[in-house]
């Protein structure tokens, strides 16, 4: 193989890697189908997390960059691939089939990379002008897909901000309606006083239905999970954690034959199967696998933590389960099942317990 095939050969190598890149991050976007950006948002992300361990005192105001940084890292690599990978192509070129409008030619990579540039920014081809058919088309095939990519990263970025607001509005929501906790005891306490059961499933349905937008918009952006505010009831783990402590307190607290339609519906249903899905996708392909152990400690605390919450209940005239024990055994069931995938992206995102759930007391 010949120096020239060699260049030309890496060249479009990197091409049709951003190309490939780009194709799956933004018109075939899935939480599994990228090629770079996901590895390299991880990369990105431990360096955040490694930073702020060392600076904790503004840990929550540095991670709050981490997205942005890691979405202008993702396009940055994109440019920079496509610009070196066709630098490379044209660089044995220069001096014969690429030439200097006037005198004499530069053949080094830098006037390659000069060439390359001013294609792909379609401001044209400079000084530099192509001599041979093969080349006038490269530069308009460099041109097209620069303008097309300036274009794909701009709709990006706005699609991700927009889902970024949707998600932020969906958790100030259930902040507010918790009373401005995390505690799904209060959240169904407000939720259920006063109002008719058909009422609770249809406001039920309607956050399954934000969640299951949640659980879409996630697996397509998968950058969103890097993007954070500092206020912590903003976090994802925090709408994960109220959605699934809810629906746990749903199915094991309330008497079965009163709240039998709401305990049944669908909306319920929903709920679990949404956050339990999210929890699966994020714990299987961006969080390290290796779930939390659940100590017997901890077990105790959500028994006392379950006490609570029907002592709550009948403090609001919510009609409780007949046999305690047997709901709090059904409570410690239904926790086992999403507390350690919780635990797991707590841990990742570099969020104490105690954020995210301060009434709840976790020993790890």
């Known amino acids: 193989m010949t120096l020239i095939n060699f260049y030309t050969i890496a060249g479009l190598g990197l091409v049709f890697i951003a190309l490939i890149d780009i194709y799956l991050t933004v018109l075939h976007p899935r939480i599994d189908s990228t090629l770079i950006s996901a590895p390299l948002a991880k990369v990105i992300w ?3 997390r490694c930073v702020a361990k060392i600076f904790p005192r503004i840990r929550k105001q540095m991670f709050s960059h981490s997205g942005p940084v890691i979405i202008i890292t993702i396009v940055a ?60 088309l490269l530069m308009v095939i460099q041109a097209a897909i620069g303008f097309s990519i300036f274009t794909l990263t701009i709709t990006y970025i706005l699609s991700v901000y927009s889902s970024i607001v949707k998600r932020n509005t969906f958790a100030l929501s259930l902040y507010h309606r918790s009373g401005e906790t995390a505690d799904g005891a209060i959240f169904l306490v407000k939720l259920i006083s006063n109002s008719n059961i058909s009422s609770v499933q249809q406001d039920l349905s309607n956050i399954a239905r934000d969640l299951i937008n949640l659980l879409e918009t996630q697996k397509t952006y998968p950058v969103l999970l890097y993007i954070r505010l500092p206020q912590t009831y903003y976090s994802l783990p925090r709408i994960l954690f109220l959605a699934m ?20 519906c669908a909306a319920v249903a929903e709920l679990w199967g949404g956050g339990m899905h999210l929890l699966r996708i994020l714990s299987n392909l961006l969080v390290p696998k290796r779930h939390l152990l659940i100590s017997e400690q901890e077990e105790k605390n959500w028994r006392a933590r379950y006490y609570e919450a029907v002592e709550q209940f009948k403090g609001a005239n919510i009609k409780t389960v007949d046999n305690l024990e047997e709901g709090a ?6 926790r ?16 104490n317990w105690t954020e995210i759930a301060p009434h709840e007391n976790h020993p790890n």
């Open 245 to 264: 402590d809810t629906t746990t307190l749903i199915r094991s607290a309330l008497h079965k034959q009163k709240y039998r339609s709401l305990i049944h």
């Open 46 to 48: 431990f360096f955040f």
């Open 77 to 136: 690599t994109w440019l920079l691939l496509l610009l070196f990978g066709f630098a490379l192509v044209v660089w044995p070129n220069l001096g014969y089939a690429i030439k200097s409008s006037e005198g004499y030619t530069q053949v080094d990579f830098a006037t390659a990379l000069y060439y390359s540039g001013y294609s792909l920014t379609t401001l044209g081809t400079g000084d530099l002008v192509p001599e041979t058919d093969f080349h006038r």
């Open 329 to 334: 055994d059904l409570y410690v069931e239904l």
């Open 336 to 351: 086992q099942k999403w507390t350690p995938y919780l635990g797991d992206l707590i841990d990742y995102m570099a969020y």
